[in-house]
């Protein structure tokens, strides 16, 4: 049995896209799987550099990143789009300490961070040229001069989508209260540089659906857009451990920072 998601953000068009952030027996199924990782130890370390940083998480989701920088030390600003994950996030230990604001970053104050991020791929989600060259405006706009712009992007040349398959990316997960939710994916168009793929969740009661579609840019337009919107590039690893570009973990890990 099928049964339709369940979208309420009144933000965003979450009716053909990215249920898994925006419906709340999703949003469960994403926290059980995406526990603290490598990924999180690599962006925390780099916004300890800035010692007690005024941060800016775009996209926190259900903020597993955003309150470890805040228990780090961090003053951080969770800014996301799907409610029920800000939802979820607020409902953490630690959630009193972090500001959440439901929106994009068009919401975003000027001159108020020294670091901002965006982590766990939320970079290929802006899928036109416009759309990825205003936010990086925005963070522009919003973060300091001389202050730090974070992300990971797929390195494109790792054709990540090959293995978003119903063989490759089945896998069950046991849900804290019991239960059990068989998750795979499947890609279904691919256009140029852009991925549309739907993750299929068999829970106990029926099947939900998320399909979204994510943009594969190259390091060369990671660079030249960053270039355009005041940005330098200080360093992009291809890797958790800090690996070059296309040794690793077929990432690209970027560092970069808003020209004084
Ligand atoms: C894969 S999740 C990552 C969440 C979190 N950063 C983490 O590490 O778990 C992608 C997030 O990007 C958010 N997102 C999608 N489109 C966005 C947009 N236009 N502006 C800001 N966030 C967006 C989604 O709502 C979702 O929470």
Redesign the pocket.
């Known amino acids: 049995m099928k049964i339709a998601a369940h979208h309420t953000a009144p933000l965003?068009d979450w009716t053909m896209h990215?249920a898994e952030?925006?419906d709340a027996r999703l949003v469960a199924v994403?926290d059980a799987e995406?526990s603290w990782s490598r990924?999180?130890d690599f962006f925390l370390s780099v916004v300890n550099e800035t010692p007690a940083a005024r941060v800016l998480?775009?996209?926190?989701?259900?903020g597993?990143?955003a309150l470890g920088m805040s228990a780090a030390g961090h003053r951080v600003t969770g800014?996301?789009?799907?409610l029920a994950?800000l939802e979820a996030a607020r409902r953490k230990p630690g959630a009193e300490r972090v500001t959440w604001i439901e929106g994009?970053?068009a919401f975003l104050p000027d001159r108020s961070f020294d670091v901002a991020l965006?982590?766990?791929?939320?970079a290929q989600?802006?899928v036109g040229d416009a759309?990825w060259d205003a936010?990086l405006f925005d963070f522009s706009r919003a973060i300091v001069p001389g202050g730090r712009l974070l992300f990971d992007t797929r390195d494109p040349r790792a054709r990540a989508w090959e293995r978003w398959n119903p063989v490759d990316s089945r896998r069950t997960l046991a849900m804290s209260d019991g239960s059990a939710v068989t998750i795979w994916t499947e890609v279904i168009a691919i256009a140029g540089t852009a991925v549309t793929f739907t993750h299929h969740y068999v829970l106990e009661d029926g099947e939900l659906l998320s399909t979204s579609t994510l943009r594969f840019r190259s390091e060369d337009e990671v660079r030249s857009s960053l270039e355009r919107a005041g940005f330098t590039v200080e360093n992009i690893f291809g890797g958790w451990n800090r690996e070059p570009v296309g040794a690793a973990d077929g990432e690209l890990l970027v560092i970069a920072r808003r020209v004084g």
């Open positions: 965003y990215n952030f925006n994403y995406c990924d999180d998480d775009l996209g926190c989701g259900t597993r990143l800014v996301d789009p799907a994950s994009t970053s965006m982590t766990s791929h939320v989600f802006f759309d936010v």
